[in-house]
Nanobody
Framework: QVQLVESGGGLVQAGGSLSVSCAASERTFTTYTMGWFRQAPGKAREFVAHIRWSDAYTNYRDSVKGRFTISRDNAKNTVALQMNSLKPEDTAVYYC????????????????WGQGTQVTVSS
């Protein structure tokens, strides 16, 4: 059982930056696809970004491309999401996700979830 614990997030003005990070409990983390989803109030949970374990290949939803960067440190069992040029529409609870599969762009392909961390962008 992989446990994912997020940290970071918070409140920032539009145009600002925030980062969120996630620590995984297992060393087998290094073989998982890791990523981030988000869920705004009243909306479905949506894919944000993910990173492949084998070669660190990354993929992003279109609305965050060029603004968000996902990275992982297999030695520390962590994955991070750096968010720049934030917009009010980025406001959501951000969830760390892990999967034994690639790609991991659908909620149904996620095997493990973190508890979520709030990101609020004020206009």
């Amino acid at each position: 059982q992989v446990q994912l614990v997020e940290s970071g997030g918070g409140l920032v003005q539009a145009g600002g930056s925030l980062s969120v990070s996630c620590a995984a409990s297992e060393r087998t983390f290094t073989t998982y696809t890791m990523g981030w989803f988000r869920q705004a109030p009243g909306k479905a949970r949506e894919f944000v970004a993910h990173i492949r374990w084998s070669d660190a290949y990354t993929n992003y939803r279109d609305s965050v491309k060029g603004r968000f960067t996902i990275s992982r440190d297999n030695a520390k069992n962590t994955v991070a999401l750096q968010m720049n040029s934030l917009k009010p529409e980025d406001t959501a609870v951000y969830y760390c996700a892990a999967s034994t599969r690639w790609p991991m762009i659908f909620v149904s392909r996620v095997d493990y979830w973190g508890q979520g961390t709030q990101v609020t962008v004020s206009s």
